[in-house]
Nanobody
Framework: VQLQASGGGLVQAGGSLTLSCPASEPTFSSYTMGWFRQAPGKEREFVAA????????SYADSVKGRFIISRDNAKNMVYLQMNSLKPEDTAVYYC????????????????????WGQGTLVTVSS
């Protein structure tokens, strides 16, 4: 499985940005897709995840109500729509995947994901 996040850039606080992650795997019916981020000088942290089957989603408290994770079955694509961006959202964002349908409590755990893409930088100016 090859993942490549894209869509990052510079945006003003309060603005919006949508990240995309196309995957090479043709069948994702059992997968869980996740977004993580790493801010300068900090450890990588969970942002959001989606279980392909059933559309179960999970969000970090820091982004709940502002970010939306979604998928496009036909395009094998997962998106992260980011609204009301804050300077503290500045980070490199990574797309991740596992062939397992994770339960909610496991979705935020990095070690549960088997595939990682290169990150895309999001910079939010104040």
């Amino acid at each position: 499985v090859q993942l490549q996040a894209s869509g990052g850039g510079l945006v003003q606080a309060g603005g919006s940005l949508t990240l995309s992650c196309p995957a090479s795997e043709p069948t994702f019916s059992s997968y869980t897709m996740g977004w993580f981020r790493q801010a300068p000088g900090k450890e990588r942290e969970f942002v959001a995840a989606l279980r392909w089957s059933g559309s179960t989603t999970s969000y970090a408290d820091s982004v709940k109500g502002r970010f939306i994770i979604s998928r496009d079955n036909a395009k094998n694509m997962v998106y992260l729509q980011m609204n009301s961006l804050k300077p503290e959202d500045t980070a490199v964002y990574y797309c991740a995947a596992t062939g397992r349908g994770l339960i909610l409590s496991s979705m935020p755990l990095e070690r549960m994901y088997d595939y990682w893409g290169q990150g895309t930088l999001v910079t939010v100016s104040s």
